[in-house]
């Protein structure tokens, strides 16, 4: 069974910054794509960032720029490092795993391809 457990959220600054862990298990990395996603209050759940099976990245064009994913396969982790945050930044962040293989190409943006989530992690950014 695939599960996935992120951490590091926490209360910072403007300006400052904070970097996610998201730890899968029951399933290799090599073969899966982990992608970011967050919720604000009152709003609906957003893609933040990706990283396909094979490494490629995306972004939201609102984090781009200041936030960078990456991923170590021997850890089976993920990593979301987040730099200049603002309050807008705010929200419940969430990994997600899609065990589909899509292609060669970026991973999927999409809410409904993730079929495994993990129970997110709080992110405050103070003014």
């Not at 979301?80 to 292609?103: F, W």
């Amino acid at each position: 069974q695939v599960q996935l457990a992120e951490s590091g959220g926490g209360l910072v600054q403007a300006g400052g910054s904070l970097r996610l862990s998201c730890v899968v298990s029951g399933r290799t990395l090599s073969t899966t794509s982990v992608g970011w996603f967050r919720q604000a209050p009152g709003k609906e759940r957003d893609f933040v960032a990706a990283i396909s099976w094979n490494g490629g990245t995306g972004y939201a064009d609102s984090v781009k720029g200041r936030f960078t994913i990456s991923r170590d396969n021997a850890k089976n982790s993920v990593y979301l490092q987040m730099n200049s945050l603002n309050p807008e930044d705010t929200a419940v962040y969430y990994c997600a795993a899609d065990a589909i293989i899509r292609g060669f190409g970026p991973a999927s943006r999409l809410m409904h391809d993730y079929g495994y989530w993990g129970q997110g992690t709080q992110v405050t950014v103070s003014s």
